[in-house]
């Protein structure tokens, strides 16, 4: 496979939101199939793009590839491809090629998107705020008063109408989140349902009260949601407990518990989220 075809998948899987893994033989000792810089790209799904040797070199190296990206967290793999005077440090292959390959496996990660389901005035510094950190934006509302470019000049895409069909069609990445504060409890509600029907297992986060939150909940076991598979991705009060009262405090205590979270810390405040409760 051509160089710029190899970079060419990678780019198309992270424009996708996918992470992919890359692995390049950095050291080898002895007979091998390929040569030290030989590069092989994983996806999350596990497909491989290009070769360092194949057989079960391959095999093992894809197998860490994906326990790689779902850690995302690089790491080095050593294999001796012959099946006696294995080094202790190296995984044996039952290859007979008489060499020891040592491989290096990066992470890609895509930019992350927060998907913002209100544009008033707490999406704003909520969008702002994930802007400056990094997030691809995407801005959701009704009114095109509020969605609009003028007012997120950054987004990557604002979208203002019938915003809970538009959600039908919206993908999370394993990176991106989700973050509710239109402020209407019906709309609320239908769009924390839709993005846990479209996008399980990614982390969404709702502003609302405590009595509120626990109604969605019940509503949601109600209407056939399964909550317990779903209550480490749902956040909700969103925020930490920082006695913020402005919305731009409020965008910091969301993006506080969001950024502790990602980075699995241990919360050196309360979480407001019922599901962490005692």
């Given at each position: 496979m051509k160089l710029e075809e190899?970079?060419?998948?990678?780019?198309?899987?992270?424009?996708?939101?996918?992470?992919?893994?890359?692995?390049t033989i950095i050291g080898k000792e002895g007979s091998g199939p390929r040569e030290i810089g030989a590069s092989m790209v994983v996806t999350v799904?596990?497909?491989?793009?290009g070769t360092i040797g194949?057989?079960?070199?391959?095999?093992?190296?894809?197998?860490?590839?994906?326990?790689?990206i779902e850690k995302g967290e690089p790491r080095k793999v050593k294999l001796a491809l012959r099946r006696d005077n294995i080094p202790s440090d190296a995984q044996p292959t039952g290859m007979l090629c008489g060499g020891v390959v040592e491989v290096f496996?990066?992470?890609?990660?895509?930019?992350?998107r927060v998907v913002i389901i209100g544009a008033g005035h707490l999406g704003k510094p909520i969008a702002e705020i994930g802007n400056l950190l990094g997030f691809r934006t995407v801005i959701m509302d009704r009114s095109d008063e509020l969605a609009n470019?003028?007012?997120?000049?950054?987004?990557?895409?604002?979208?203002?109408?019938?915003?809970?069909s538009e959600l039908e069609k919206i993908r999370l990445g394993p990176n991106d989140i989700a973050v509710i504060v239109y402020g209407e409890v019906e709309t609320?509600?239908?769009?924390?349902?839709?993005?846990?029907?479209?996008?399980?297992?990614r982390h969404v986060w709702v502003l609302c009260s405590r009595h509120r939150a626990r109604w969605m909940v019940e509503r949601l076991r109600e209407e056939g949601v399964d909550v317990e598979k779903h209550k480490f991705f749902i956040h909700m009060p969103a925020g930490l407990d920082i006695k913020s009262a402005t919305?731009?405090?409020?965008?910091?205590s969301i993006w506080?518990?969001?950024?502790?979270?990602l980075k699995n810390c241990e919360i050196p405040v309360k979480t407001l989220s019922i599901f962490k409760e005692a």
């Open positions: 190899l970079f060419g998948r990678i780019i198309q899987e992270l424009n996708k939101g996918n992470p992919v893994a890359i692995a799904d596990g497909e491989r793009i194949g057989g079960e070199l391959e095999a093992i190296i894809i197998r860490n590839a994906l326990e790689a496996i990066n992470v890609l990660k895509p930019q992350p470019p003028m007012r997120y000049p950054f987004a990557e895409q604002v979208f203002a109408g019938d915003f809970l609320d509600y239908q769009s924390l349902k839709k993005i846990l029907q479209y996008n399980p297992s919305p731009e405090e409020i965008a910091v506080s518990e969001i950024i502790c979270v």
